[in-house]
């Protein structure tokens, strides 16, 4: 069978004349070399990613929840942040659409991607470039599959607005539900009392309090994985084959690009996200809507949902933007066990199916991309941006699958020592639950409406 490596390369060569942009990935792909410990270790800057949860405001982390939950937030009403973004379902969840993709407040309008799961934002560092040792340029964090949020605070407005999502027409009118809700109070007790009559500034702070809540409340660090590193627990002979492989740099080197140390006792140590982008040619998936126009593509840092980024100034020599058509934003992979869909696209509904994608892509193209054995969700031109450097997409085909079947259940038992609510007196887990609530308090007099601007 033709080799994915063999495909690309060419093909990669031949756009080396027309575009400048891929001649670096056919330079980095020749050798099929092990990931660097400094290409592992890079794109975490510590300075803006907040590893731990912080110590915020309890009145601005619950006022925060409040709004999270809230369902008359959405035009029409019902559709909380929640609903996409569930403890149980790994801060994941459709919404009840049945897709991969979820439907907005609106029935049958239905969003681009895979909802991401919303925990473990103080991770994510804001979106910047790295040059590597190697010469090649790497885009690395902000908010979204594509990075297109700066800031956590800036991606909780996104969804209110977002006509597939929770469709207000403007921030006026998430303000004035805000300062309809039994909560106003809350939100003049934490910004003050004219803070709901401003509609700029009260809108931001609405995304300040979310963004409060999910830093708070949402980085538990409780799975069992974290009781490991802690010394509270042990894997099982299954977990910890899969652990070994997970780490394995020439083979499955999951944790080549899946960040983590389980050897450190901090846990925020294991973000098993570098945060960086990849086209890992996932299969496209031809159940979500969007994709029902056989000429859309989802090209992640280049669009739909953004233009690409402009390069930074110390950018190789003839590199172009568009080498960074098609990557997507690796998630971590902290409650990876409990989501419904996988990947950007959702094309993938078991995790099972998310390794043998990793261990097979090389060596079985006809089952990820049927009888043309070529990547069925770029645009040709874009090829030459598949990753073909790194384990395990570096493989000679005919050397066969990465992993057996034996490894792949191990991998995928070690997947789920990620999720949160692990007890270690019990060995259970429980999905994690948001704080209980207490009863707002009354207004001590009645809400006045917003000024608009
Ligand atoms: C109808 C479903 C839906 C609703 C409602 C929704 N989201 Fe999302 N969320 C998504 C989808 C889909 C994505 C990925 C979108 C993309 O990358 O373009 C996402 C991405 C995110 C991310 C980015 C995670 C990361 O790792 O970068 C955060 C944070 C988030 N949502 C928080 C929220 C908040 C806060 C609200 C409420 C204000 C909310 N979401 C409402 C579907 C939803
Ligand atoms: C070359 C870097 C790289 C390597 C190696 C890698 N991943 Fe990924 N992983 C990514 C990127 C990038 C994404 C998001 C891709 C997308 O959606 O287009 C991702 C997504 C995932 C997802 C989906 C997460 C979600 O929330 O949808 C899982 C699960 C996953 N990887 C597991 C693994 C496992 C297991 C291995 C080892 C067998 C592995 N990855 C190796 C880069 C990598």
């Known amino acids: 069978m033709m080799s994915i490596r063999k495909l690309l390369l060419p093909l990669a060569a031949r756009h080396c004349v027309a575009l400048g942009l891929v001649c670096l990935s056919v330079v980095a792909c020749g050798g099929g070399d092990a990931p660097s410990a400094t290409e592992s270790a890079q794109g975490l800057p510590t300075e803006t990613a907040q590893a731990t949860s912080p110590t915020l405001n309890p009145a601005l982390v619950q006022l925060g929840q409040r709004l999270f939950v809230d369902r008359n937030l959405s035009e029409p009403a019902g559709t909380a942040c ?15 659409s049945g897709l991969e993709v979820a439907q907005g407040s609106i029935t049958g309008v239905f969003g681009l991607r895979n909802p991401m799961s919303n925990a473990y934002q103080g991770l994510v560092p804001s979106f910047h470039f790295v040059v590597e040792d190697d010469g090649k340029l790497e885009a690395v964090g902000g908010h979204f599959w594509d990075g297109r949020a700066a800031t956590l605070a800036e991606q909780a407005l996104g969804p209110f607005l977002n006509p597939a999502e929770m469709n207000n027409p403007n921030a006026e009118s998430v303000v004035r539900k805000v300062a309809a809700s039994n ?59 899969g652990l070994a492989l997970f780490q394995d740099p020439n083979r499955a080197n999951c944790a080549g690009c899946h960040t983590m140390n389980p050897s450190s006792g901090k846990p925020e140590d294991s973000p098993f996200s570098d945060f960086s982008y990849y086209a890992n040619a996932i299969p496209r998936n031809t159940r979500t809507p969007a994709n029902a126009n056989p000429n859309f593509y989802d090209l992640g840092l280049c669009g739909p949902d953004r233009s690409a980024p402009a390069l930074p100034t110390d950018a190789p020599a003839g590199l172009s933007p568009e080498s960074l058509c098609g990557k997507f934003r690796m998630p971590s992979l902290r409650n990876v066990a409990e989501r419904p869909a ?79 609510g692990y007890d270690p007196a019990t060995g259970i887990t429980t999905p994690p639950t948001f704080p209980a609530l207490p009863a707002p308090t009354p207004p001590a007099r009645p809400n006045p409406p917003p000024l608009p601007n």
């Not at 929640?82 to 459709?94: D, K, T, Y």
């Open 183 to 241: 909560y106003a109070n809350q939100f003049r007790a934490v910004f003050g009392a004219d803070s709901l009559n401003q509609t700029a500034t009260a809108f931001q702070h609405i995304g300040e309090a979310i963004a409060a809540f999910q830093l708070a409340a949402l980085q538990p660090y409780s799975s069992k994985y974290d009781a490991f590193v802690r010394g509270q627990a042990r894997l099982s002979d299954a977990e910890a084959r």
């Open 342 to 420: 996988y990947m950007h696209n959702g094309f993938f509904r078991s995790l099972r199916d998310v390794v043998r994608f990793y261990a097979t892509r090389n060596s079985n193209l006809r089952d990820w991309y049927g009888p043309t054995a070529l990547p069925n969700d770029l645009p040709v031109r874009y090829w030459g941006n598949i990753e073909i450097s790194k384990p395990p997409f570096n493989r000679n085909p005919a050397d066969g699958p990465v992993l057996n079947n034996a490894e792949i259940n191990d991998i995928v038992a070690f997947l789920r020592t990620l999720s949160d």
């Open 82 to 96: 929640v609903a996409c973004h569930q403890p149980a379902r790994g801060f994941s969840g459709n919404n009840g």
